[in-house]
């Protein structure tokens, strides 16, 4: 059985003091609710994992914060060197000093606000391989080329070039795609319960095709935008949806709360 994730990724939203706020009060959920005690349970016995992107600055606040391991800290971004001149980055050792379990790579800001190329990011992601932090690896396609029937083409290169140097063993225990098309992404416009399967199964039989069936039964995909509490059981509901990447609905705490207990 596959740990169904919920992440919540906060983009550029929430400084230290938020965070810590945020932080405590959804351990408090989780150790006085009791939706949030069966959560809690659900968290150890490994049925789903929750996991906060924070700002890079309020990594250490979230980290400090926590008094238990029920939330697991992503970055939401990494550069692949280890470290020196490279103005504005923050690399690897760094993330696992702060206390970061995982990284998300490629998020569609990073891709289309930000310029980074599937080259850049092959780069991060082995890097990121080689470190302590796992990568949540992110596509999806835009608007005009799924309207143009191109989507799984975009899946197609976007993983092809992420995948080629990765071997059988590293994809079925380190790695978690997210699928998250670029037209459902902060529009409220989500995909379908079925485009979103029909994508996410694309996805782990691309994994099949290349990994074979262990690696593709044990990779975890994630659907991500515009997931909100009225959505979020229907979505998990799908066979090959193994969590979701929240981006507004996870900066409120009752809606975050919300879909972590949708996925009970
Ligand atoms: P929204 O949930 O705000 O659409 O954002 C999705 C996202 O980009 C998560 O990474």
């Known amino acids: 059985m596959r740990t169904k994730m919920l992440a919540g990724n906060w983009k550029m939203n929430n400084g230290g003091a938020a965070t810590k706020d945020f ?3 959804l351990e408090n959920w989780f150790s006085k609710d009791p939706v949030g005690k069966k959560s809690a349970a659900a968290v150890s016995s490994k049925a789903i994992e929750v996991v906060v992107a924070p ?6 606040s979230a980290c400090s914060a926590k008094q238990t391991d029920i939330i697991q800290i992503a970055a939401q971004n990494v550069y692949h060197k280890p470290k020196g001149a490279f103005t504005g980055e923050v690399s690897l050792p760094m993330l696992e000093e702060a206390g970061c379990k995982y990284a998300i790579i490629g998020h569609s800001e990073r891709r289309h606000v930000f310029g980074e190329s599937n080259e850049d990011l092959e780069k991060k992601l082995i890097a990121t391989l080689e470190s302590r932090v796992l990568p949540i690896f992110c596509v999806g396609e835009l ?17 092809e070039s992420a995948w ?6 590293v994809v079925a225990d380190m790695v978690v795609i997210a699928y998250e098309p ?18 996410c199964d694309y996805i782990r039989t691309l994994a099949y095709e ?8 044990s990779l975890r995909i994630l659907y991500g935008g515009s997931v909100k509490p009225e959505n979020s059981a229907s979505l998990l509901a799908q066979r090959d949806i193994d969590g979701l990447l929240i981006g507004g609905a996870s900066l409120d705490a009752d809606s975050f709360e919300k879909i972590i207990a949708s996925a009970l």
Do not use: H
């Open 23 to 25: 932080i405590t009060n």
């Open 55 to 60: 700002p890079f600055t309020s990594i250490e």
């Open 143 to 159: 608007l005009e080329e799924r309207e143009s029937g191109n989507m799984k083409k975009v899946l197609d290169t976007q993983l």
């Open 164 to 169: 080629r140097s990765l071997t059988s063993d």
């Open 182 to 199: 670029v037209w459902a992404i902060g529009t409220g416009q989500t995909a379908s319960d079925d485009d979103a399967e029909d994508a």
């Open 210 to 217: 290349k990994f074979g069936v262990t690696s593709s039964d």
